[in-house]
């Protein structure tokens, strides 16, 4: 008897497992496709009120394009967009990485050096 019940839990417990490995929790969905960020955005940082300009072309995941008015940062920029995160390529010799959040035709976030760039789109 006792080595029947046990028999039973123990399957029991197999069959929630397998129900479990092989069902979609909500969290694993698919993926949000990239926002697009094409055109031109202008904004400042914090503590700066010199305008930073960026215009950005978009394919598929992939951004191009110029920044102008950020300093050492200035020229032409490249990154990839993750959901609503563009996260651009290290290329001062920092070793920081810069991103931002976009909202809409909004966008803010760390240039790599502390500094939140925040910046609005002007036209597409």
């Not at 993926?31 to 300009?53: E, F, H, I």
């Not at 950005?56 to 032409?76: C, H, I, Y």
């Amino acid at each position: 008897m006792m080595k029947t019940a046990t028999l039973l839990v123990l399957v029991a417990v197999i069959a929630g497992l397998a129900g479990c490995a092989s069902s979609k929790s909500p969290s694993a969905s698919a993926p949000t496709a990239p926002v697009d960020v094409t055109g031109t955005w202008t904004g400042n940082t914090q503590t700066s009120a010199r305008t930073v300009t960026m215009q950005l072309k978009q394919t598929g995941k992939n951004v191009s394009g110029t920044l102008e008015g950020a300093g050492v940062l200035d020229g032409a920029i490249t990154g990839i967009v993750e959901g609503n995160t563009i996260q651009f390529a290290e290329r001062t010799g920092i070793g920081t990485t810069p991103w931002l959040n976009v909202r809409g035709d909004q966008m803010s976030g760390d240039l790599g050096s502390g500094q939140i760039l925040t910046l609005r789109r002007v036209s597409k």
